[in-house]
């Protein structure tokens, strides 16, 4: 019998057209497991053997270099023993088995319904194409039933539907984003109006909720044309994933910062507990470990062999997130307390709003971040994708666009707090503040 070696290797891409050349060398007597399709049309369709989704190779083994010692090239041309195959992830510990894997390959239509297998040598295989007639995910993967090392492949291999290459999890996204779009274009329409019409009661805080709110929208539309070009070409732009991923998170930095920097009460003398680079080196760290998870999110759907977890990849972003929430949280109920006791009842009273809102958002995050690492939808049946727009990216949207309202609600400019013009006067004859301002750090440091 034939031993083979399962080797779950971690993919390089998360696109639809899947390049052979990133698999390092074939080693013999093995079969490597590199990518996961999600396939589907909306409804299977199993009775017509047709739901628009074909899969396509143009493959051959060539030498590897870099092996020990690579396989000749005269060798390579008449091997017959490299298959690549697309298994039906469903019940795939049934369909494999070490003993008997390699005979059910050479006679694939008999023994392994629903799966798809294109023989390759080193003359190549040219193009091979292979309908798919369940919806489903499929495994990729690579069988070497020989005993020959020292090649690899080089080529693609590429499912593409009906409506183009995004996979069937992901088909409704830019319809989801388009929406988010128009709703953060209405807060932005809308927020934009109340400072017109309250100018002389602005403050930076105002429009800090502006840049917020037009940060949320570039995030909207780079995710819109990421989807498009994706959908269209076969391949996701790395370029544009790392600035959807920036501004999804950059967009959060900013209101902790705010939360971090809002300051009613007057200092006298002593240094503020938020002044000073700490608390941007620390909104720094959060940063890097959400941009971080951002991307190990989105790169799980297409490693999803089962067992996998992004537990250690959340855990620094909720770290730091518990880290900020007690320090701010810590902060408020200071400037609360002074408050309280100068009189200040009105801004008082918006700074316990704030810290509800606070709480709320976090416990929403947080909440998300837990459905993230054990996403429910990404199950090898096409029925549990039916959330996973809510999951990929519609818990956290909702999320953070309840809390921007509440917060732009709370911190709605009135006649009442004045911010921009009312100055509280320190007891010692110190310079005026402005009540409700948002300072920088050299404002903070030099305020005595």
């Known amino acids: 019998a034939t031993a083979l070696l399962v080797a779950a290797l971690?993919?390089?891409?998360?696109?639809?057209?899947?390049?052979?050349?990133?698999?390092?060398?074939?080693?013999?007597?093995?079969?490597?497991?590199?990518?996961?399709?999600?396939?589907?049309?909306?409804?299977?369709?199993?009775?017509?053997?047709?739901?628009?989704?074909?899969?396509?190779?143009?493959?051959?083994?060539?030498?590897d270099t870099r092996a020990n010692m690579p396989a000749g090239t005269m060798e390579l041309a008449k091997y017959s023993s490299c298959y690549i195959v697309v298994l039906p992830a469903k019940g795939f510990d049934d369909i494999f088995q070490a003993e008997t894997f390699c005979d059910k390959l050479r006679d694939a239509k008999a023994n392994l319904p629903g799966a798809a297998v294109f023989p390759v040598n080193g003359e190549g295989s040219g193009s091979q194409k292979v309908p798919l007639v369940k919806s489903g995910a499929y495994f990729l993967g690579v069988a070497n039933c020989g005993h020959l090392s020292g090649f690899k492949l080089s080529g693609t291999a590429s499912l593409k539907h009906t409506h183009g290459f995004l996979p069937a999890i992901d088909v409704n996204m830019v319809a989801f984003y388009g929406a988010c779009l128009a709703v953060y274009s209405l807060i932005c329409i809308s927020w934009f109006c109340v400072l017109a019409s309250y100018w002389e009661d602005t403050t930076e805080v105002h429009f800090a909720f502006m840049a917020v709110t037009v940060i949320a929208m570039l995030e909207c539309l780079v995710w819109i044309v990421?989807?498009?070009?994706?959908?269209?070409?076969?391949?996701?732009?790395?370029?544009?994933?790392?600035?959807?991923?920036?501004?999804?998170?950059w967009k959060v930095v900013v209101l902790f910062r705010m939360a971090f920097s809002a300051r009613f009460a007057p200092r006298e003398g002593e240094e503020g507990f938020c002044e000073g680079e700490k608390p941007n080196i620390v909104l720094l760290v959060w940063w890097f470990a959400a941009f971080h998870f951002g991307f190990a999110q989105y790169y799980n759907a297409s490693r999803n062999f089962g067992g996998h977890s992004?537990?250690?990849?959340?855990?620094?972003?909720?770290?730091?997130?518990?880290?900020?929430?007690?320090?701010?949280?810590?902060?408020?109920?200071?400037?609360?307390?002074?408050?309280?006791?100068?009189?200040?009842?009105?801004?008082?009273?918006?700074?316990?709003?704030?810290?509800?809102?606070?709480?709320?958002?976090t416990v929403g995050a947080l909440i998300v971040t837990v459905v993230h690492m054990f996403d429910p939808t990404l199950g090898y049946d096409a029925e549990s994708w039916a959330g996973h727009i809510l999951v990929s990216g519609g818990f956290s949207q909702i999320n953070f666009a309840t809390a921007l309202c509440l917060a732009m609600c709370v911190w709605f400019p009135t006649d009442e707090l004045q911010a921009s013009t009312y100055q509280v006067q320190s007891t010692s004859g110190a310079e005026s503040m402005p009540i409700g301002a948002i300072f920088d750090d050299a404002d903070l440091e030099d305020d005595h």
């Open 310 to 361: 992004l537990m250690f990849d959340a855990l620094p972003a909720i770290i730091a997130t518990a880290l900020i929430f007690i320090w701010v949280m810590i902060r408020m109920a200071t400037e609360v307390s002074t408050l309280a006791k100068i009189n200040y009842d009105a801004q008082a009273s918006l700074l316990r709003k704030s810290q509800a809102i606070l709480m709320l958002a």
């Open 10 to 63: 971690v993919a390089l891409t998360s696109a639809q057209v899947f390049n052979l050349d990133d698999i390092d060398e074939v080693r013999a007597s093995s079969l490597a497991v590199h990518y996961v399709y999600y396939v589907g049309s909306g409804k299977d369709d199993v009775g017509t053997g047709d739901i628009g989704a074909t899969l396509e190779t143009q493959a051959a083994v060539v030498p």
């Open 226 to 249: 990421f989807y498009r070009l994706w959908n269209t070409g076969g391949a996701d732009s790395q370029l544009l994933l790392a600035i959807g991923n920036f501004a999804s998170t």
